[in-house]
């Protein structure tokens, strides 16, 4: 009796890991990480010019009262492209964009804005990705709106999309 149900236990096993992996292949996942930031005042930080003759973006500048979109982007990246269109239309509706570019060349940063528009009214150049890492974003491109005083109200993770326009309108409104 006891010899055959030990026959049986690593077919148990088995099953039972093969149970386990299936949850694992169907369960859902976050594919994204928020920002523990969200509801929090933007820390502090100091970005150049990420082209010359233009300004930085600095903390500072996003406490002065109205609130802005910050986008962080890079000319390398291909999402980016796909969501300059969106970010034009942002702009053109009256928001105000800053951009911070992530580990970027002025050179291919200047050739990006020439190709897929430029709604920016300032672009930081974050070389070592401090300040990325800083806001809580983990990749390119993400989105936040931040309100007047500097507090950080909706993040926007991946690349915008003609439907992710309007609920971005709506946090930048809600920001006022």
Known sequence: MKRGFIIWVPLALFVGFAI???IGLYAPVARTVPSALIGQSVPEFELAGALPGRPGLSS???RRGEPR???IFASWCIPCRAEAPQLEELARR???IDGIAVRDRPQDLAAFLTTYGDPFATIGADNDRRVQLD???AGVPETFV???QGIIRHQHIGAITSADVPAILAAWEAAR
């Open 94 to 96: 009256g928001v105000p």
């Open 69 to 71: 979109v910050v986008n």
């Open 135 to 137: 806001l809580g974003s």
């Open 20 to 22: 386990i992996f299936a």
């Open 146 to 148: 931040i309100d007047g």
């Open 60 to 62: 500072g500048s996003l």
